[in-house]
């Protein structure tokens, strides 16, 4: 049985760091896609940024361009997400997704591509 648990999040000043984790487990075989979404009060929820983890392949939305980074983790089928020099406007909960095992990134993300969520977590950043 697959399941999803994310980590990370918390709150930062403007031009400073924060970290998300990403496991996917009961699947120790395949690879699949995982990415971050975000959603802000009253706003749709946004993909941000992806990593396929057979190949390392990533994705970013052009909004966290050159300030985010996802890598793989130590553990198969698990990732990070690096903020950097984040901004008020990045405030928002944000949901690890991954899809079904055997299943590529796709860009732009799409919600419906990704099976399994985790239960989001508060990133809040203050000027």
């Known amino acids: 049985q697959v399941q999803l648990v994310e980590s990370g999040g918390g709150s930062a000043q403007a031009g400073g760091s924060l970290r998300l984790g990403c496991v996917v487990t009961?699947?120790?075989?395949?690879?699949?896609?995982i990415a971050w979404f975000r959603q802000a009060p009253g706003k749709e929820r946004e993909g941000v940024a992806s990593?396929?983890?057979?190949?390392?392949?990533?994705s970013y939305v052009n909004t966290v361009k050159g300030r985010f980074t996802a890598s793989q983790g130590t553990a198969k089928n698990s990732a990070h997400l690096q903020l950097d020099n984040v901004r008020p406007k990045d405030t928002s909960i944000y949901f690890c997704?991954?899809?079904?095992?055997?299943?590529?990134?796709?860009?732009?993300?799409?919600?419906?591509?990704?099976?399994?969520w985790g239960q989001g977590t508060q990133v809040t950043v203050h000027s």
């Open positions: 990593i396929y983890t057979g190949s390392g392949a990533t």
């Open positions: 009961g699947n120790a075989y395949l690879s699949l896609c």
């Open positions: 997704a991954a899809t079904k095992p055997g299943f590529p990134c796709r860009n732009p993300l799409r919600a419906g591509d990704f099976r399994y």
